[in-house]
């Protein structure tokens, strides 16, 4: 088992940044992919960046260039720093694991809300 928890979520103007963190515990070793996901207002959950345990990193289109995914192997924590925030990256963030024998894991979430 592997449990994910999300933080650094809140409030930011368009232009601002933020840092998302996930902290795993638990069978962290068998984590091979990391991602992040988010969902806006009835809109599904969309894949935003994944790093692999080899430090493969992929981002969607929409964040490219903006946003990088990271980790500390020591902290079991993957971050998410967000740049250039714009209003349409309002969403809950979510962040899900994918260990061996494609077991998946999800944090809890974690809002961001980009005023204009």
């Known amino acids: 088992q592997v449990q994910l928890v999300e933080s650094g979520g809140g409030v930011v103007q368009a232009g601002g940044s933020l840092r998302l963190s996930c902290v795993a515990s638990g069978s962290t070793r068998s984590v091979i992919v990391t991602a992040w996901y988010r969902q806006g207002p009835g809109n599904q959950r969309d894949l935003v960046a994944f790093?692999?345990?080899?430090?493969?990193?992929n981002y969607s289109d929409s964040v490219k260039s903006r946003f990088t995914i990271s980790r500390d192997n020591a902290k079991n924590t993957v971050y998410l720093q967000m740049n250039s925030l714009k209003p349409e990256d309002t969403a809950v963030y979510y962040c899900?694991?994918?260990?061996?024998?494609?077991?998946?894991?999800w944090g809890q979430g974690t809002q961001v809300t980009v005023s204009s």
């Open positions: 899900k694991a994918t260990a061996s024998y494609n077991r998946v894991y």
């Open positions: 790093i692999v345990s080899d430090g493969t990193t």
